[in-house]
T-cell receptor, first 116, second 113 residues
Framework: AQTVTQSQPEMSVQEAETVTLSCTYD???????LFWYKQPPSRQMILVIR??????QNATENRFSVNFQKAAKSFSLKISDSQLGDAAMYFC?????????????FGKGITLSVRP | DTGVSQDPRHKITKRGQNVTFRCDPI?????LYWYRQTLGQGPEFLTY????????KSRLLSDRFSAERPKGSFSTLEIQRTEQGDSAMYLC???????????FGDGTRLSIL
């Protein structure tokens, strides 16, 4: 079974600054995906970024990038040039690539607030 | 793409009543998932379908819960004899294939009086 840990319940960032959200996971799988999802208050969960475990290169999507450390089982999200619209709950999630247990395992989430 | 649609958005019911939720996945997505999310927590997996076949059920899905996906299109999740502990947001997600990203609906918030 997989576990995903997000140990910071809340974080705050000044608008236009950079913030890093932490995530660690535990698994015996060798091939998997890692995701960051964003859930604004009372709104739909949206995929922010995806990392494939077999790729060494860190994924980037515009202002969002990850620091994937496979040996350390760490997967952090960096948000650059933070905007007010980035305020939301962010969930780190694990998905095994091998078909068995084909479901997302989420962390508890972190609430990000952005100060104007 | 119209996105994943869930109905209703909010359901308030008395303890002991039965409730049914509906999820319409993105067209041509053959995988459909149900998750439950309680306040301040991440979503927890309940069950998933590959087309019309229900392939896995979580231990969270007691015998009061049943899910169907007739004809591999929309899905329903029914909770019988609701209990206070069933109060949560029920999320539906769909994906095109097994290793494709899951797209979530807005969820159905269930409140048990």
């Amino acid at each position: 079974a997989q576990t995903v840990t997000q140990s910071q319940p809340e974080m705050s960032v000044q608008e236009a600054e950079t913030v890093t959200l932490s995530c660690t996971y535990d698994t015996s799988e060798s091939d998997y995906y890692l995701f960051w999802y964003k859930q604004p208050p009372s709104r739909q969960m949206i995929l922010v970024i995806r990392q494939e475990a077999y790729k060494q290169q860190n994924a980037t999507e515009n202002r969002f990038s990850v620091n994937f450390q496979k040996a350390a089982k760490s997967f952090s999200l960096k948000i650059s040039d933070s905007q007010l619209g980035d305020a939301a709950m962010y969930f780190c999630a694990f998905y095994p690539r091998t078909g068995a247990n084909s479901k997302l395992t989420f962390g508890k989430g972190i609430t990000l607030s952005v100060r104007p | 793409d119209t996105g994943v649609s869930q109905d209703p958005r909010h359901k308030i019911t008395k303890r002991g009543q039965n409730v049914t939720f509906r999820c319409d996945p993105i067209s041509e997505h053959n995988r459909l998932y149900w998750y439950r999310q309680t306040l301040g927590q991440g979503p927890e997996f309940l069950t998933y379908f590959q087309n019309e076949a229900q392939l896995e059920k979580s231990r969270l899905l007691s015998d009061r819960f049943s899910a169907e996906r007739p004809k591999g299109s929309f899905s329903t999740l029914e909770i019988q004899r609701t209990e206070q502990g069933d109060s949560a947001m029920y999320l539906c997600a769909s994906s095109l294939q097994v290793n494709q990203p899951q797209h979530f609906g807005d969820g159905t918030r269930l409140s048990i009086l």
